[in-house]
């Protein structure tokens, strides 16, 4: 469904401002957001907005704790959209947060919108999580 397409297309790029807020101090999205290529602008409700602003909090809030319980001395470097190419598998994309603790290992969380319900501002499986030790095993 192209709406629902371009919807978590919005949820993603806020979700991704959110979190910018939180680790770079830049400011927060709005509520719209343009689709490039697509001459769209997408809003989502202060309710959905409000919601997701939540969700990016816990998963900051997350990895502050998991890097706490390791070293609470040290912090853990937080990277946003970092684009990553396998050569071997010759294939790209990106990581929508990489968590690096003081120990090593790293967390890679991944934005998901299963549900986008605008009725009742609901946001479920927000962030997928892997947790990797030093040299990339799970």
């Known amino acids: ?3 629902k397409r371009d ?6 790029k806020i ?4 979190m910018s807020n939180l ?3 830049t400011a927060k999205p709005g509520l719209s957001v343009d689709i490039k290529g697509k001459n769209k602008t997408v809003t989502i409700s202060q309710a959905v907005y409000d919601k997701l602003e939540e969700q990016v909090k816990a998963l900051h809030a997350q990895i502050l704790a998991t ?3 390791i070293d609470s001395s040290k912090k853990p470097t937080i990277k946003l959209e ?4 396998s050569e071997q598998e010759d294939m790209a994309g990106s990581i929508d947060v990489l968590a690096i603790y003081s120990d090593g ?3 890679v969380f991944d934005y998901k919108f299963l549900n986008l319900a605008e009725k009742d501002g609901k946001i479920t499986d927000f962030a997928k ?3 990797f030790n030093k040299g990339g095993s799970k």
């Open 82 to 85: 970092n684009r990553v190419y």
């Open 129 to 131: 999580q892997k947790l």
């Open 1 to 3: 469904n192209i709406n």
């Open 67 to 69: 890097q706490n319980a």
């Open 15 to 18: 979700a991704e401002g959110l």
């Open 7 to 12: 919807n978590g297309i919005a949820m993603h």
């Open 105 to 107: 290992r790293a967390s």
């Open 23 to 25: 680790v770079n101090g």
